[in-house]
C-alpha cells in the first residue's frame, strides 16, 4: 500500500491529530493557472487526459505553485464512459456532450463494463505521478451514478434535470439498470486508482443537490452506496461530494464516506451536526469569495476553520471548484493562511 497515511491530507480525513488544517482546492488543476491554459494550448480535454505526459505535468501545477497538501489527478468525470464505449466530447464552456443520449433500454447497449485494460493511461499516470509528489498524497476521483446519468440521459450540462428525473420517476427499471452499470464502471476505475498508487478518492456527486432527500435515499443512495462499499478494503479514505446538497449531508454520511464535503450553504458546524460525529468534513469557502478583496477573504476563512473545528477530521477547500477567473496569487496566499491559522 502507498498510503500516505502521516501526511496532514490523510490524517485529517482519519479524524486524527493535524500539524495545520491541510488544503486542496477542487478544480486546482485548470484553467485559473497560466502555465495551465498554455500547455492546452491546440489540446482537446479528452485527449489531455489520455496523454500521461500532460496529465503529469498539469497535476502537478497547482501543487507547485500554491504548496497544497494533495494534488488531484487531472481527468474528468466522463472519462471513464467514454472508454466504455459512448461517443462524447468536453466542449470548452459547455462542458460533456453526449452524442447519443441513452433514453431508452436499446441505448444501454452502448454503454459496456470497463475493464482496467481500457484506461491504461489512468494507471501510467498515477504511477508517474506517485513517485513525483513523494510525500504529498494523490486523489483519485470519479463522478457518481446519478451526475454521471444527468449527462448521458440529457446528452450535455442541465439546468432542470427533466430527462434525467422523468426517467428516474417514470421508468424505475430502466434507471436502475443504467445506474447500476454506471456504479460498475465508477467502481472499476476507483480501483484502477487505487491499484496504481492514489492516497484517497473522492465521489463527485455534484449534481444530486437537485433531489429530495427521500428521492435520493430511493434513487441514488443504492448505487453510490454500491460504489463506495466496494472500496471497503481498498484502504484509502473516501470522499463524497455534492452541490446544495444541505438537506442531503446525512444520507451521503450514510452511503459510506469517510469524509463529507460540504458547499458553501452549510456552515461546517452545522453540516457536522446533520452528518454526524464520526466523519470528517471537507469545504467549504464560497469560490466566489475570492473575488471580494483579501480583507473578506481572510475573516470569512478564519470562520471557516473555526467551524471545521466541530468535526473529528477537517479538510480545507473551497465549496465547489475553482471559477477560471480566479486571480492563482490569492489562492497562494489562501493556502499559507489556512496553514498559518491552523498551525500549532
Ligand atoms: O479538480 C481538479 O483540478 C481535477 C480535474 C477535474 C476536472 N473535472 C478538469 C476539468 C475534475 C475533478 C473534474 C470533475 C468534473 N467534471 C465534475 C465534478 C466536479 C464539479 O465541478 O462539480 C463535473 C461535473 C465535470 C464535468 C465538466 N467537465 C464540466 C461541468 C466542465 C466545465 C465546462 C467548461 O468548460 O466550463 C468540464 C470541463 C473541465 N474539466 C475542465 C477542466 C480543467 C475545463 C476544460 C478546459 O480546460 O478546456
Given at each position: 500500500m502507498t498510503v500516505l497515511e502521516d501526511s496532514p491530507f490523510v490524517?485529517?480525513?482519519?479524524?486524527?491529530?493535524?500539524?495545520?488544517?491541510?488544503?486542496?482546492?477542487?478544480?486546482?488543476?485548470g484553467r485559473s493557472l497560466p502555465e495551465y491554459r498554455k500547455i492546452r494550448e491546440g489540446v482537446g480535454m479528452l485527449e489531455s487526459c489520455r496523454r500521461p505526459d500532460l496529465v503529469t505535468e498539469i497535476t502537478l501545477q497547482p501543487v507547485r505553485r500554491h504548496g497544497?497538501?494533495?494534488?488531484?489527478?487531472?481527468?474528468?468525470?466522463?472519462?471513464?464512459?467514454?472508454?466504455?464505449g459512448v461517443d462524447l466530447d468536453i466542449v470548452a464552456g459547455t462542458g460533456p456532450v453526449v452524442a447519443e443520449p441513452i433514453r431508452a433500454e436499446a441505448d444501454l447497449e452502448r454503454l459496456r463494463p470497463l475493464a482496467a485494460g481500457d484506461v491504461d493511461f489512468v494507471s501510467e499516470s498515477v504511477k508517474l505521478l506517485v513517485a513525483e509528489l513523494g510525500s504529498t498524497p494523490l486523489i483519485g476521483f470519479a463522478g457518481a451514478p446519478f451526475t454521471?446519468?444527468?449527462?448521458?440521459?440529457?446528452g450535455g450540462p442541465s439546468r432542470t434535470y427533466l430527462k434525467t428525473k422523468a426517467m428516474m420517476y417514470g421508468a424505475p427499471e430502466l434507471w436502475n439498470?443504467?445506474?447500476?452499470?454506471?456504479?460498475?464502471?465508477?467502481?472499476?476505475?476507483?480501483?484502477?486508482?487505487v491499484?496504481?498508487?492514489?492516497?484517497?478518492?473522492?465521489?463527485?456527486?455534484?449534481?444530486?443537490?437537485?433531489?429530495?432527500?427521500?428521492?435520493?435515499?430511493?434513487?441514488?443512495?443504492?448505487?453510490s452506496a454500491a460504489v463506495l462499499r466496494s472500496l471497503l478494503d481498498a484502504g484509502v479514505p473516501?470522499?463524497?461530494?455534492?452541490?446544495?446538497t444541505t438537506v442531503l449531508l446525512e444520507a451521503m454520511g450514510e452511503a459510506g464516506a469517510d469524509v463529507v464535503g460540504v458547499d458553501w450553504r452549510t456552515p461546517l458546524d452545522d453540516a457536522t451536526r446533520r452528518i454526524g460525529p464520526d466523519r470528517a468534513v471537507q469545504g467549504n469557502l464560497d469560490p466566489a469569495?475570492?473575488?471580494?478583496?483579501?480583507?473578506?477573504?481572510?475573516?470569512?476563512?478564519?470562520?471557516?476553520?473555526?467551524?471545521?473545528?466541530?468535526?473529528?477530521?477537517?479538510?480545507?477547500?473551497?465549496?465547489?471548484?475553482?471559477?477560471?477567473?480566479?486571480?492563482p496569487e490569492i489562492l497562494t496566499r489562501l493556502v499559507a493562511l489556512v496553514h498559518e491559522v491552523s498551525g500549532t
Open positions: 490524517r485529517a480525513c482519519r479524524g486524527r491529530s493535524v500539524p495545520h488544517t491541510p488544503v486542496w482546492f477542487m478544480r486546482q488543476a497544497v497538501d494533495a494534488a488531484i489527478l487531472f481527468s474528468d468525470i466522463v472519462v471513464p464512459i467514454a472508454a466504455a454521471l446519468a444527468s449527462y448521458l440521459i440529457e439498470a443504467l445506474l447500476g452499470r454506471l456504479a460498475e464502471i465508477t467502481s472499476t476505475f476507483l480501483r484502477v486508482q491499484d496504481a498508487g492514489v492516497s484517497a478518492v473522492q465521489l463527485f456527486d455534484s449534481w444530486a443537490g437537485a433531489l429530495s432527500e427521500a428521492d435520493y435515499r430511493r434513487y441514488v443512495m443504492p448505487h473516501r470522499i463524497h461530494f455534492g452541490v446544495n469569495m475570492l473575488f471580494a478583496g483579501w480583507e473578506t477573504v481572510e475573516r470569512e476563512t478564519r470562520r471557516v476553520l473555526a467551524q471545521g473545528k466541530a468535526a473529528p477530521g477537517h479538510v480545507f477547500n473551497l465549496g465547489h471548484g475553482v471559477m477560471p477567473e480566479t486571480d
